[in-house]
């Protein structure tokens, strides 16, 4: 965990070949620009930071450990790579500036003639983008001025009034100086159901944010539909910083004028079923999301907890092609990023958006709180997920209309072989492929987005079929779930599905499993 630097925007280990700065370099003239544009919205009184950039007498202390962190890429808190795409987002320096910060160091962290220095960034005091629609008031939070870091829940549910889409969001922290990151998600009914045929809740990530991040303000038209009432759940993490305080941020939403021209929702590319084993260095597990109709994507928000140490976002189109769309081969927790690209990036109907994430989960991770544990899907900080988030919009068309779950179920079992493939209808349908041997896997749809779940416990003996696992919870987190059945002369498996084994909601139901084969004929 990073406890010195917050936003240095920092991209190269050691000084790019033919970019070594000659003659004098100093703070005044040369360093503080670079640190003005990059790393002030941090690095200043009262932010996160716990130093300040903006004078030379409060910078020049820190200069070998400025060096230190440029040599070992350890800042920025940004790691988003693509040979085809760019970020509207990159706090990333330049190698001109990288070299610059590197000479300053290296030739003795001069302060040179004070009458080159710029004039300082303002950082305005309240709401940057006016008042807001709406306030968000997050429930008041005592950070001690030492101990571990803080993770905490809360769950607000809003009355707009009425149906509105949102078209901005802007974070206000109360202390910046403890304030690290919130993720926000919700569920509600969409504004503008009368218009769609999806026929399900919005909902899925709200916004990210993370210290010295701008509001959030999605394109000109583009907005989230949000009905009268929902439910918003806020996760925060609190970093004691040497003084005790308490924040009470809030969260400004501003809404759309007129007609919405495009949705944007979210896709949450998850697998539950991840299983990562004691002291492995490497672990990686795969899911995806297959397109139904033809989308933009808007931005990508790459989501593990304190294992996490890779993911990379693929898009594999209709004629098998192949583009990676963002590498993230630094994933910290700490820093939970949203990357925008600086155009929307056509995503083909019949597409898939493929997730690679790898954890490490080792004694040689020092942010790993047990490397002897196995861990599963969990939404606790000690446990592990694995989500990409996509931010998407149609490519024709207001509103998403998804496929029917039915659909994309038979659709996604027909990768695999018929006779080891079974679809179970209801009112959460879903599909399995469960071969007798090797790894399976479970679909699950529900409006846009669709699970992709690792099945690594299937037992079969004889006719008899018994699958554990583990399936995602409204609270964003995983139950373990159990499926038994007997196969009949018909083929199909009849018995029950249990959800939540471990929860006090257990949920048990008889089910009838059909062969992929017969659940064509539907």
């Known amino acids: ?19 070594a700065v000659e003659g004098a370099v100093t703070y005044s003239r040369d360093a503080a620009p670079v640190f003005f544009e990059h790393c002030a919205m941090c ?13 030379y007498e409060e910078a020049r202390p820190w200069a070998k450990s400025i060096a230190k962190a440029v040599r070992e890429k350890n800042m920025p808190p ?21 070299a610059t910060l590197l000479a300053w160091v290296e030739k003795g962290a001069q302060q040179g003639d004070p009458k080159d220095l710029p004039a300082a960034p303002v950082f305005p005091e309240g709401w940057r983008l006016g008042e807001p629609d709406y306030v968000l008031s997050l429930k008041k939070i005592d950070v001690p001025a030492a101990g571990d870091d803080m993770f905490t829940k809360e769950t607000i549910n809003v009355d707009f009034g009425g149906a509105n889409w949102v078209k901005a969001i802007e974070v206000m922290p109360g202390d910046r100086r403890v304030t690290h990151h919130f993720q926000m998600t919700y569920s509600g009914g969409s504004g503008g159901a009368e218009k769609s045929t999806a026929g399900v809740s919005l909902g899925g990530i709200l916004a990210v944010w993370t210290a010295g ?7 000109e038209g583009v907005g989230r539909p949000i009905g009268p009432k929902a439910r918003i759940l806020i996760d925060a993490h609190y970093h004691p910083f040497g003084e005790a305080v308490s924040d009470e941020t809030k969260v400004g939403l501003y809404f759309g004028k007129g007609e919405m021209k495009k949705e944007v929702s979210t896709l949450a590319i998850a697998n539950t079923g991840i299983r990562i084993p004691p002291g492995a260095p490497n672990h990686s597990e795969v899911c995806f999301n297959l397109l139904d109709r033809d989308m933009e994507i808007l931005a990508f928000s790459p989501h593990m907890h304190l294992r996490g140490k890779s993911m990379r976002y693929d898009l594999i189109r209709p004629d098998g092609s192949r583009e990676t769309l963002l590498d993230v081969p630094k994933y910290n927790y700490n820093w939970q990023w949203q990357y925008y690209p600086t155009k929307p990036i056509p995503a083909p109907a019949g597409s898939r958006i493929e997730v690679t994430a790898a954890w490490d989960n080792s004694a040689g991770n020092v942010s790993n709180p047990d490397p002897a544990q196995e861990i599963i899907y969990r939404g606790d900080t000690l446990h592990e997920m694995l989500v990409g988030f996509v931010e998407v919009i149609p490519a024709e068309g207001v ?3 998804p496929a029917p779950a039915t659909e994309k179920i038979k659709t996604l079992l027909a990768r695999h072989p018929a006779e080891d493939t079974y679809m179970v209808n209801g009112f959460l349908p879903f599909g399995m492929y469960v071969p007798k041997t090797g790894e399976g896997c479970m679909y699950a ?15 079969w003996d004889g006719d008899r079929l018994k699958v554990v696992t583990e399936l995602p919870t409204p609270e964003a987190s995983a139950t373990t779930s159990i499926f038994e059945g007997v196969r009949g002369a018909d083929g199909k498996l009849s018995g029950t599905f249990q959800y939540g084994v471990d929860s006090p909601r257990s ?14 004929g539907d």
């Open 1 to 19: 965990m990073c406890k010195l630097f917050v936003c240095f925007a920092l991209v190269v280990a050691t000084m790019p070949a033919g970019m």
């Open 445 to 459: 749809v529900q409006g846009l987005n669709m699970f992709v779940v690792t099945l690594d416990n299937i037992q």
């Open 507 to 520: 949920m048990k139901i008889n089910v009838v499993a059909v062969p992929m084969a017969a659940a064509t």
């Open 399 to 401: 509103y998403h209309q």
């Open 213 to 219: 991040m701008p509001p959030i303000v999605f394109p």
């Open 78 to 98: 940004w790691s988003g790579e693509s040979e085809h795409h760019q970020w509207q987002n990159d706090i990333s320096l330049s190698d001109e500036e990288t």
């Open 43 to 55: 690095h200043r009184p009262g932010a996160v930071a716990p130093m300040s950039l903006l004078t």
